[in-house]
């Protein structure tokens, strides 16, 4: 199985996409890394010399790439909804989980993270208000579950995808009869 994860900016991708590869035994993918050893700087850097078209370039590759894979856990940047071929290959090629958080638990998440380049403006909550209105319903396009992130540990989340995986067959429910 190879599952993708999607959401803002913040959202806890990376770190539930983690945490979610080891409790399956799966191996762990974070599109953003590929894409920074394949354009060899940062992707701040990147945005900031190439402007944001190219980046998505960039971007629409490397997802490409990592969704022809039979088996993984694939985190993604949380614009990757913007280009319609990589809605079109996370839906068909992946089983995408929204890791859906509000604008106001981000800000306090990131409003001290300098790595974002799109959350370095003057006002990075009305920023992420704006993100979450434009990608939300791309996110909701793209993803097969949505979980609500709200304030549970990442144990929790992961646990939560786990169990709608379990309950749509997708992974086989352990065995509590033995």
Known sequence: MLCALIGLPGSGKS??????SRRLQLPF?????????QIGCSIREYFEREGEDKFRDVEESVIGQLTQRQSGV??????VVLRAGNRQHLRQRCQVVYLNSRPDELFRRLRHDANRP???VADPLNRL????????????????FSIETGR????A???MIVKQFELTGLLARPDVSQ
């Not at 770190?15 to 979610?20: D, E, K, P, S």
């Not at 993918?29 to 050893?37: A, H, L, T, Y």
């Open 157 to 159: 989340l992961v646990n």
């Open 15 to 20: 770190t539930v996409g983690r945490q979610l």
């Open 74 to 79: 694939l985190s993604t940047g949380g614009g």
């Open 29 to 37: 993918f974070d599109s953003d890394q590929v894409i920074e050893q």
């Open 129 to 144: 208000r704006d993100l979450h209105a434009l990608r939300d319903p791309l996110y909701r396009e793209t993803a097969r």
């Open 152 to 155: 549970p540990s990442v144990a």
């Open 118 to 120: 799109l959350l370095q």
